[in-house]
């Protein structure tokens, strides 16, 4: 099979199909290599995918259509671990702010459900590969006549693209990567320095998050996240660093 085919067989399985053909170029890319028969790189890539799209995404997300905010949250693995400390959360995050704040919530997975808990009337901006994720966070908005959110679907690979969206976005801006960078490592090495470099510069604030358990077994990580304080350190200014549940949040910008 030529490398168009491979993609098309790869996104055969429903999970797939509606993520942006870039990312799925970029998982095969990994092992579009002579020493794998066909069959195997279809294996291989989707094995990667599920690891970087939808392993944190119950299957029953995908199938129904619309439930309440509550159920949502807690069907996949990243919000429901947040869940008990949404208030808190993001009544630190926005702290200081006021007036006119847009929130960019990149590699969002349904977190856009968690509207509810900002308190005050943001402008939400989430961002994700997974199209199901996408319509069904739209979906939500629209019920809930939640005027000021919308979902949009977009490789984060997509840089120029997602320079773009942020440049439009008004007022103070805020950049969510919660629990993304690892993700985004997995298709392309050091690829979150790329992106913050090109990002930090055109927002206010940025909040990264790393989850300092692992997913399978419970376990605390012996979280060496130190390619990442020290890269954040050299080039921006941190704001702060905190830990809430099995989630560590490091906020920073860039000093003008
Ligand atoms: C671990 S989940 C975290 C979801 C959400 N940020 C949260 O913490 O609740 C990572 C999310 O990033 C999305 N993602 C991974 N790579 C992406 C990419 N290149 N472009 C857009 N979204 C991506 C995945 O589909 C998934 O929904």
Redesign the pocket.
């Known amino acids: 099979m030529n490398k168009k085919e491979l993609i098309e067989k790869v996104v055969q399985k429903k999970e797939f199909s509606e993520l942006p053909k870039r990312?799925v170029e970029k998982a095969l890319g990994h092992f579009d290599n002579v020493k794998y028969l066909d069959e195997e790189k279809v294996k291989l890539t989707r094995d990667l995918l599920r690891k970087?799209?939808s392993v944190?995404t119950s299957q029953k997300i995908l199938r129904l259509k619309e439930r309440d905010f509550e159920w949502v949250l807690k069907k996949?693995l990243?919000?429901r671990e947040?869940f008990p400390y949404y208030k808190k959360l993001y009544e630190k995050i926005l702290r200081n702010e006021l007036g006119n704040i847009t929130i960019f919530?990149l590699?969002?997975?349904v977190?856009g459900f968690s509207y509810p808990f900002f308190p005050k009337k943001v402008n939400y901006v989430g961002?994700?590969?997974?199209g199901q994720?996408v319509d069904l966070m739209n979906l939500y908005f629209s019920k809930k006549e939640i005027k000021k959110a919308m979902a949009v679907q977009?490789?984060?690979?997509e840089l120029e693209k997602i320079k773009k969206l942020l440049e439009e976005g008004k007022g103070k801006k805020i950049v969510f990567l919660?629990?993304?960078l690892d993700?985004?490592e997995m298709?392309e090495k050091d690829f979150s320095k790329k992106l913050l470099k090109k990002i930090v510069p055109l927002v206010d604030k940025v909040v990264v998050s790393f989850a300092t358990r692992s997913l399978g077994n419970g376990q605390r990580f012996r979280a060496n996240r130190r390619w990442f304080t020290d890269f954040v350190g050299s080039n921006f200014k941190i704001l702060s660093d905190f830990e809430f549940g099995n989630e560590r949040y490091i906020e920073f910008y860039k000093a003008k």
């Open positions: 990312d970087v799209f944190f996949h990243s919000t947040r919530d590699g969002s997975g977190n961002v994700e590969a997974m994720l977009q490789s984060l690979f919660f629990k993304t993700s985004l298709l």
